[in-house]
């Protein structure tokens, strides 16, 4: 278990409504706080309301994740929060937009996790969350690059976990389901069927320091309908495949997609 009061939290993606939820989280619970993202005009505002610092950075850039580690100096938890929608049907992708979302989505922070991680285990003491998306455990149509790289993230963050059990570092994923008021889903303007349940982004932000001071392997922040259709997903794919084509979900993809593709 990791105490958060006192440790220095590198946060990416933390100019988005998510990223603000979980910073403003951690500074509750007493840590310092180190955020990166895109947007300055976002970031330093909110470092200077927390009493942290703001690094403005593009991971998009494969430099850019050693440049953030050597100004970032020693961490003691790495929330890996940062990445592209890449919702849409693979033939609407160009090659330099499949790089970038595989870029930003899923090698900045295995790349973070492989710099951060030996000093952590020096210490003897770290730990490193991953925000997935329920999408890194069922896939959906016009979800196809979306979902490689959370599922590449789930299986990578297992893994990382078991190297890391004696070392007294910490690895832990949180799969958001949709979540309303900011974030890609919020910021899509999709609507959704009736009776489909939302989270919020304070809820997200619960669950990462939950998996943290918990040392929880994996969380789903989504309501129970949804945890157990993840869950479906897995044991059974082609049959829940089935189930989703006569919900409609091909639907809610291709708004979502229409929604993001200026994000890519």
């Known amino acids: 278990m990791t105490e958060i009061q006192g440790t220095t939290v590198l946060l990416t993606g933390a100019s988005g409504g998510i990223g603000q939820a979980i910073a403003r989280a951690l500074a509750a619970r007493g840590a310092t706080l180190v955020l990166t993202g895109r947007r300055a005009e976002v970031l330093e505002p909110l470092a200077q309301e927390l009493g942290g610092r703001a690094l403005s950075v593009d991971l998009a850039d494969r430099a850019a994740p050693e440049r953030l580690v050597e100004q970032a100096g020693d961490v003691d938890v790495l929330i890996a929060n940062a990445a592209l929608p890449a919702s849409g049907t693979l033939d609407d992708f160009t ?113 990462v320091v939950r998996t943290i001071e918990d040392n929880r392997a994996e969380l789903d922040v989504a309501p129970l309908s949804l945890r157990v259709g993840a869950t479906f997903s897995g044991l059974a794919p082609e049959l829940s495949a089935s189930v989703s084509r006569k919900l409609g979900n091909a639907r809610i993809s291709a708004a979502m997609a229409a929604g993001q593709r200026n994000k890519r």
């Open 95 to 207: 090659l330099e937009q499949i790089d970038r979302a595989l870029d930003v989505n899923l090698r900045a922070p295995i790349a973070l996790a492989k710099l951060l991680a030996g000093p952590m285990a020096a210490r003897g003491r770290g730990h490193i969350v991953f925000i997935s998306s329920l999408s890194g455990k069922s896939a959906q149509p016009g979800g196809s690059l979306y979902s490689a790289t959370k599922f590449g993230m789930r299986g990578f963050a297992l893994g990382l976990r078991e190297d890391l059990r004696d070392s007294g570092v910490g690895v832990s994923t949180v799969f958001p389901g949709f979540i309303r008021d900011a974030g890609m889903f919020a910021e899509s303007g999709v609507e959704l069927p009736k009776g489909v349940a939302t989270r919020t982004p304070h809820d997200v932000a619960s669950g």
